[in-house]
């Protein structure tokens, strides 16, 4: 093969550039940005989901609604750019009340739009879940539980786990990794505390934390409220110990099983806040999308508040103006060569 490639090239022939085909689509037109966008994500797709919305977006799902938003704020930008063609004429006709109120509601349907690229990131990427509690509280053995496997070591020695143990399935066809760390204690010894630094560490990068209390310890009573990114469960595990169940939390047991398909149910629905079905499934999937779709829904904001600060109109024609060619640019119309050398770049070589 490599001898093949050597010939190729020496009579004349040359690499392809990562992304160059799908490049070549969308600069003569087969494609719009966000199917360009598509073709990456159903190559990388990580599980069955992630690829059937990307088939979606290659399909054009997303475009269509882009299309049909960027076709009224069109038709709203015709409106309020006729009365400054046309003073005289297009005064006594321009409502400009009403232009503003357009304005608003886009506005609003935009930010649901860009409000699902939370959905879409979880269904993209998968999820990241860290288990994480006090020394031999039970965090391997539901770690194993959840996961269907033996794969970390469970011991009736505290400190067991040593640093952290990572393993991924696949949920309601949402990939998740699960993360078990080292049970948290004053430590022994130099290397537990290292150990049990990077684990914590680890599972600061995670979506979603999942503290344990052993039913054989007194359970808190108040739960803290860190207040930071993370999405954080807490449940009772050993729950096979415990006579009543006198806690509020999900009680759980590695031994007999109990509550370990409600805990991947709370998991699925901490990340999961806002359902497919909204938005008639549309979903946005890239950070490039969202980010433009931000900026349009401001826009069409900024456009109101012109109104209602009683500015002159052409105030309210620039804003508009500006937030319709940000829809324009998410379907990859006006975009600079360095957004496409980025986004191309991800691509694989000769995709
Ligand atoms: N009865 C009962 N015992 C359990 C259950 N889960 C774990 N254990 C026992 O609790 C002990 C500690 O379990 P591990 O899963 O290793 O706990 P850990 O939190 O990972 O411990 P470290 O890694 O040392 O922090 C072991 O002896 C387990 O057999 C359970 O659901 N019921
Ligand atoms: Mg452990």
């Not at 990562?18 to 073709?39: H, M, P, S, V």
């Not at 099983?257 to 079905?277: N, P």
């Not at 979903?283 to 508040?305: C, P």
Request: aromatic share 4%.
């Amino acid at each position: 093969m490599s001898r093949l490639l050597r010939a190729a090239i020496e009579a004349g022939a040359r690499h392809a550039e990562a992304g160059e085909f799908t490049r070549r689509a969308f600069q003569n037109g087969k494609l719009d940005l966000i199917r360009a966008e598509a073709i990456s994500d159903v190559i990388a797709a990580s599980s069955e989901r992630a690829w059937r919305l990307a088939q979606a977006q290659l399909d054009g799902s997303l475009g269509s609604k882009v299309t049909s938003l960027r076709a009224q704020a069109t038709e709203l930008l015709a409106e309020v750019e006729a009365c400054i063609d046309f003073p005289e004429e297009g005064e006594p006709y321009l409502d400009n009340s009403a232009v503003a109120e357009k304005a608003t509601l886009l506005a609003d349907e935009i930010s649901l739009l860009s409000n699902t690229f939370t959905l879409g990131k979880v269904l993209r990427e998968g999820i990241e879940v860290a288990i994480s509690g006090p020394v031999n509280s039970g965090k391997s053995s539901i770690f194993n539980r959840l996961i269907d496997r033996e794969r970390a070591i469970v011991d009736s020695l505290p400190g067991t786990t040593r640093d952290f143990v990572e393993a991924s399935v696949v949920w309601s066809g949402i990939q998740v990794t699960l993360i078990d760390t080292a049970g948290t204690r004053k430590a022994e010894s130099r290397v537990e505390l290292q150990g049990i630094e990077l684990g914590r560490k680890r599972a600061a990068e995670a979506d979603v934390l999942l503290h344990v209390h052993s039913a054989e310890e007194p359970i808190p009573r108040s739960l803290p409220v860190t207040g930071g990114p993370q999405m954080e469960l807490h449940i009772v595990t050993k729950g096979d110990l415990l006579d009543r169940a006198e806690t509020p939390l999900l009680l759980t047991s590695a031994k007999t099983g109990e509550g370990v398909e409600q805990l991947r149910q709370a998991i699925l629905d901490a990340v999961c806040t806002r359902d497919t079905e909204a938005n008639d499934g549309h979903i946005v999937t890239s950070e490039r999308q969202r980010a433009l779709l931000e900026a349009a829904a401001a826009g069409f904001r900024q456009a109101y508040q012109a109104f209602a600060a009683h500015a002159p109109v052409e105030i309210m024609a620039l804003e508009i103006r500006e937030a319709t060619q940000r829809l324009a640019e998410v379907m990859g119309e006006r975009v600079g060569e360095e957004v496409l050398d980025q986004l191309f770049g991800r691509f694989c070589i000769g995709k």
